[in-house]
């Protein structure tokens, strides 16, 4: 019997109740003993039921019965249509797609698009081996930063692991493959006294509130803007939330690590008490950070978008002051806090603060102590920064005077003036 080289056919049919149908090529002995070539379709279920990938999957394991080799399990479903293109859209993403967080997603696709597909789009998979691979990736290491390699460099691996895995590839030619060296990345961040310039001049308690949790608690975008005030617990927050275009996930975070509980500097605290006497929503459930949907969410109450955030409301007063707006981003300023934390705490510490350390289960949450020097450590660089204005000050007072300098950065006032507008200075203690 001839051996079929094929992966069929799936399509919808019916008028009242729609079904999928699969169609394929079989081959019978004639009355003559020649094979003659048939078409048999088979009913596969309900499109209620099914998803097309779920319906394709289920006319590969007829197909498998019908024209399997003898004892072994592979079936030839990769014959020339089956293109590395078709695989990622038709069975990879997916299959893939219900374990990426939102963000994951939009920038996963992009990328396995971009960057390999592309390269790949109307070769057969069977026809992608490791040395094509090696050479691709080669080449964006001569033209791309090293995230995106080996971003690319991961998904190649997933991708081919999943194809021999569903039968397409007898054999894995990512599995040798080769992270290749890439340029030096260049991976900035900001001064001491460029975030002390910029907190100095935010005059609204929202956005002084929002950017003092990202300039000194080291949460991640969507952990920022997901943040409710229950998340707030006096000394330290926890995180359970993430947000993402407007859209709130509730109890979804990157890792088990993201739900480790943060500490608060002592100088944070009042700025977040400042904020949380004025905000309209205080109940558990609130968003620290609300705005209002805009089109068919007119009205909602839903989280900010950190690029708007950052464009409209403070990208503006980092212009004025200077500060490259490259930097004020709230990758760089979780990068610049570990950065910095270096110089205050132990690495443990520093790995802590960016809950990259341990895992913690959610029962551990709220029953997790912060350690001493971690606390120490977070208060000694949100004082180094805050001090940064002080001794600017210290510098157009008379040299003659006798009165008290101030010593540290407070809130002039934890009620805001019209509940609008809130002053960040400094006032004399004692």
């Known amino acids: 019997m001839a051996m079929v080289y094929q992966k069929g056919t799936v399509y919808l049919q019916g008028a009242r ?34 998803r097309k990938w779920e319906a394709e999957e289920k006319l590969q394991t007829i197909l498998q019965q ?17 293109t590395l293109s078709w695989f990622v859209t038709e069975k990879y993403i997916p ?46 290491a ?32 990512a599995e040798e493959l080769k992270m290749p060296q890439t340029k030096e990345v260049k991976r900035p961040t900001m001064t001491a006294k460029q975030i002390s310039d910029l907190i100095s001049v935010i005059e609204d308690v929202h956005d002084l509130c929002l950017m003092s949790i990202a300039l ?16 707030y617990a006096g000394d330290k927050l926890i995180p359970l939330n993430t947000a993402f275009e407007g859209q709130l996930y509730e109890g979804r975070l990157k890792t088990r690590e993201s739900r480790n509980a943060i500490p608060i500097a002592e100088d944070v605290i009042p700025i977040i008490e400042a904020w949380r006497s004025v905000s309209k929503n205080t109940s558990p459930d609130a968003l620290m950070f609300p705005t209002f949907g805009r089109g068919r969410r ?36 979780r990068r610049t806090l570990g950065t910095d934390l270096q ?37 000694s660089r949100t004082r180094e920064i805050f001090s940064q204005r002080t001794k600017e000050l210290r510098q157009l007072e008379n040299p003659v005077s006798h009165q008290r300098k101030p010593n540290s950065l407070q809130l002039r006032n934890t009620t805001v003036p019209n509940g609008s507008k809130f002053i960040c200075g400094v006032s004399a203690n004692g």
């Open 216 to 231: 000194f608690c080291a949460t991640r975008t969507s952990e920022t803007l997901g943040l409710t005030w229950k998340s």
């Open 17 to 50: 109740e729609k079904k999928w149908y699969g169609k394929f090529r079989v081959y019978l002995r004639g009355r003559n003993g020649e094979e003659v070539e048939r078409t048999r379709k088979v009913v596969l279920g309900k499109k209620s039921d099914l």
């Open 298 to 333: 007119k009205g909602e109450v839903v989280p900010r978008q950190g690029r708007n955030f950052l464009k409209w409301r403070i990208h503006p007063i980092a212009d004025k002051l200077g500060i490259p707006r490259k930097l004020v981003t709230f990758q760089v300023m």
């Open 343 to 379: 110089g205050h705490g132990t690495m443990k510490d520093a790995q802590q603060i960016l809950r990259h350390a341990s895992i913690k289960t959610t029962a551990e949450i709220y029953m997790q102590e912060i350690q001493a020097s971690v606390r120490s450590a977070i208060n």
């Open 142 to 173: 001569e033209s791309y930063s090293e995230s995106i390699v080996r971003h690319t460099f991961v998904n190649i691996r997933s991708i081919t692991r999943l194809a021999r895995k569903l039968k397409f590839l007898q054999e894995d030619p």
């Open 66 to 82: 019908e024209n399997g080799r003898g004892t072994s399990s592979f079936i030839a479903k990769a014959d020339d249509s089956v």
């Open 95 to 140: 299959m893939r797609r219900g374990r990426w967080r939102p963000a994951t997603k939009q920038k996963t696709e992009f990328e396995i698009q971009k960057y390999l597909v592309e390269n790949f789009k109307s070769v057969p998979i069977r026809e992608v081996g490791l040395f094509e691979l090696q050479v691709h990736l080669n080449k964006l």
